[in-house]
């Protein structure tokens, strides 16, 4: 054999060339060689391999070149949890490790730290199944591990950034403060997965099921979440800055302290999610369903809200700051002390809404339903309020200064102490409305004419 053609095989070709004890597969195998395993077959033989190779993990940590470290050792953990036989394939040099055997000597005297950070690289799974495995801290950069079987597999502190795992089944796996950034997780299996800190920046995750994953404060920025199922996810403090999640299944999400700066989720389902102090800043919720939902001290400035629904939602001290709710339906929905000054609701339905010491100075209102709202002490300087309805809304001490009220409905609207200065009240309906220490000075009166 040639110098050349010996440098142009597999290392484990070469290793197993020097190994009189192992065979490649197309040659005669006798019986007294060692056992050989394969790859992810439970199996009595491979159950007894694991329970072997773990004893001597745990009894050797210090072999020279680090040999079968017990916290590090992928190979191992990999033959452990599923008896042996190892195929895998390049994916960029096609390099073929296929017909080779992985005995538990062949594992013994090479599976170092360098080996487990080294050979899975831009490798493929061809297998597809490891279930329950030790593969913490595994390089699998560019990895293809496409419907590869994973389930409750240990991946924490895993390199699998650019990693191809469509359809991939990953439930209840451990990938805490793995690395997946631009890995591609299309229509993948991550129930109860526990992805708490890890990266996945950029990802792809369209249509993957997330159902009750636990991604607590991880890295989604600019993650591509369309038309996941995220029901019962945990995301508190995850950063989602500039993410798309269109469409998405946020049913009873734990969103808090969220950042979703910039976020897309037009037409996503936030029923009953609890988003308390996220960061939705120019996020854009157009047509989402977030009835129900907890946004408590949330930051929407800019945030664009239009045609979304917003029944019962708590925004109680929001920040929703020239934020777009033109022809929202916010029934029933606790806006008390929020801020929506310059705010667009023009067109939307704040039916028996409590707006309790809101600021909505400047904001438009116009043909904005508050029938029946809770207005007390809000602040409406320069609102603008046309054709707005207002029949039976409670307006008490409530600051309309310079306000345009122009053919408003205030049938048996309460105004007792409010302020009217300068407001106009062309055309309004005011019959069955209390006034009673109202301030009207300077107001354009129904009739057009100023009060004095």
């Not at 680090?66 to 191992?76: A, F, Q, T, W, Y």
């Not at 650019?162 to 209840?172: K, W």
């Not at 009873?252 to 700066?261: E, F, I, K, M, W």
């Amino acid at each position: 054999m040639s110098e050349s053609y010996s440098r142009s095989k597999p290392n484990s070709e070469r290793h197993l060339r020097h190994r009189p004890d192992i065979k490649p597969l197309n040659s005669a195998m006798p019986q007294t060689k060692a056992k050989v395993y394969p790859l992810f077959a439970e199996s009595s033989e491979a159950i007894n391999s694991k329970q072997s190779l773990t004893q001597l993990a745990q009894a050797q940590p210090e072999r020279r070149h680090h040999r079968l470290k017990l916290v590090s050792s992928i190979l191992v953990s990999i033959v452990a949890a599923s008896g042996g036989f190892a195929v895998w394939q390049s994916s960029r040099s096609g390099q073929d490790l296929g017909d080779r055997f992985l005995t538990q000597k062949f594992v013994e005297d090479r599976a170092t730290e360098q080996f487990k950070l080294e050979s899975l690289r831009q490798q493929t799974l061809d297998t597809k199944q490891c279930v329950e495995c030790n593969l913490s801290r595994a390089n699998f950069r560019d990895a293809n591990l496409r419907s590869a079987y994973l389930w409750k597999a240990n991946l924490s502190g895993a390199d699998l950034q650019d990693a191809y795992l469509e359809s991939a089944d990953l439930r209840g796996a451990n990938l805490v403060g793995a690395d997946l950034s631009y890995a591609l997780l299309k229509l993948a299996n991550l129930g109860y997965a526990n992805l708490s800190q890890a990266r996945l920046s950029h990802g792809d995750l369209t249509q993957a099921n997330l159902w009750q994953v636990n991604l607590k404060t991880a890295h989604l920025q600019q993650a591509n979440l369309t038309e996941t199922d995220l029901r019962g996810a945990v995301l508190h403090q995850a950063d989602l800055q500039g993410a798309n999640l269109s469409q998405a299944n946020l049913d009873s999400a734990q969103v808090s302290g969220a950042d979703l700066t910039g976020a897309k989720l037009t037409q996503a389902n936030l029923q009953r999610a609890n988003l308390e102090r996220s960061k939705l800043i120019q996020a854009d919720l157009t047509g989402a369903n977030l009835q129900k939902a907890n946004l408590g001290s949330a930051q929407l400035m800019q945030a664009n809200l239009s045609a979304a629904q917003l029944n019962e939602v708590v925004l109680w001290v929001a920040n929703l700051e020239q934020a777009n709710l033109e022809k929202v339906s916010l029934q029933r929905a606790r806006l008390g002390y929020a801020k929506l000054t310059q705010a667009n609701l023009a067109g939307a339905n704040l039916t028996d809404a409590v707006l309790e010491g809101a600021n909505l100075e400047d904001a438009n209102l116009e043909e904005a339903d508050l029938s029946g709202a809770k207005l007390e002490r809000s602040i409406l300087i320069g609102a603008f309020l046309k054709s707005a309805n207002l029949r039976e809304a409670n307006l008490q001490e409530a600051d309309l200064r310079g306000a345009y009220l122009g053919s408003a409905n205030l049938r048996s609207a309460s105004l007792q102490g409010a302020n009217l200065r300068g407001a106009n009240l062309k055309g309004a309906s005011l019959k069955g409305a209390n006034l009673r220490e109202a301030n009207l000075t300077g107001a354009i009166l129904p009739n057009g004419k100023i009060a004095p």
